[in-house]
């Protein structure tokens, strides 16, 4: 068989892909009220500025399940679970507990992505693309880390106020003041999401988020991916951009941000997310 690699609903990954690579999804939660639906499974209606509207992660018996399934689809090769950073989701943390449960041993390896959305797709991709060139556990554990860690994210969003409100933004945000006048500009950086800057207008953010994707693409190949909630505009017109811009760009992904993300991030929100070397 082979090594099976097992993701979260946060990595934000088309399905044609995870169908293609045989990568498992766990869905998170979205509560809408009294509500929990499953994302990627259930269908979700949301108003993403209500304030009745939050996520939690998967539990660890869900997680459990999801483990030992693709343990037993693995023929014995095991599993590689690369996660949205442990900063932003209890996710890793309820994967954690799944594998203490299931007593694995090193037959699960698990990966905290230091990131969300398609920063962590990514070095998913690049974990599951090693995995069905029949790469051993270890080698696509390496490649899952070593993708984690070249990973950059930037994120464009109208308010930082919902991200504030559900603790996924340091308050050292608080300083912007009036951001009805300003475009706050974010970067995760070691699993956690910081202001990067506040500019002015939408095209000097789009200026600026260009710019931070040419910066950290480097000169040896790069994966590119170009996130948004409702702003299939504004994500084609970035993703020109990079072309045009970034060198050495192996593959462009452009895909929506999901609702447990877009629930924090809000309406409007789009994101440049940049693996240096590729993603196998």
Wanted: one cysteine or more; glycine letters at 10%; aromatic letters at 4%.
């Amino acid at each position: 068989m082979a090594v099976v690699v097992v993701t979260d609903s946060s990595a934000s990954l088309p399905a044609a892909l995870t169908a293609e690579l045989d990568i498992d999804v766990v869905p998170l939660h979205v509560l809408v009220g009294d509500r929990a639906v499953r994302e990627g499974v259930d269908p979700i209606d949301i108003d993403y500025s209500a304030d009745t509207v939050t996520t939690s992660a998967p539990s660890p018996g869900e997680m459990r399940a999801a483990y030992e399934a693709a343990l037993a689809r693995s023929g014995g090769d095991g599993v590689v679970a690369v996660h949205i950073s442990r900063q932003l989701s209890g996710t890793w943390e309820a994967g954690r507990q799944a594998v203490r449960d299931l007593d694995a041993g090193d037959r699960i390896h698990l990966v905290d992505s230091l990131g969300a959305g398609l920063a962590t797709g990514l070095p998913v991709l690049a974990a599951a693309r090693r995995a069905r060139a029949g790469a051993a556990r270890d080698v696509v554990y390496d490649t899952a880390v070593a993708a984690s860690s070249r990973a950059r994210t930037f994120i464009l969003v109208n308010r930082t106020e919902q991200l504030r409100r559900g603790g996924r933004l340091s308050s050292a945000a608080a300083f912007f003041g009036s951001e009805l006048v300003t475009k706050p500009l974010l970067q995760i950086v070691g699993g956690k999401l910081e202001l990067r800057e506040k500019v002015r207008t939408r095209s000097k953010a789009y200026a600026k988020l260009v710019a931070a994707a040419v910066d950290a693409a480097g000169d040896d190949g790069v994966a590119v991916a170009v996130q948004h909630l409702g702003a299939p505009d504004a994500a084609e017109t970035l993703a020109t951009q990079l072309r045009e811009t970034v060198p050495g760009i192996r593959e462009l992904i452009i895909n929506e941000f999901g609702p447990a993300l877009g629930v924090h991030l809000g309406a409007g929100a789009v994101g440049v997310l940049v693996v240096p070397g590729g993603c196998g």
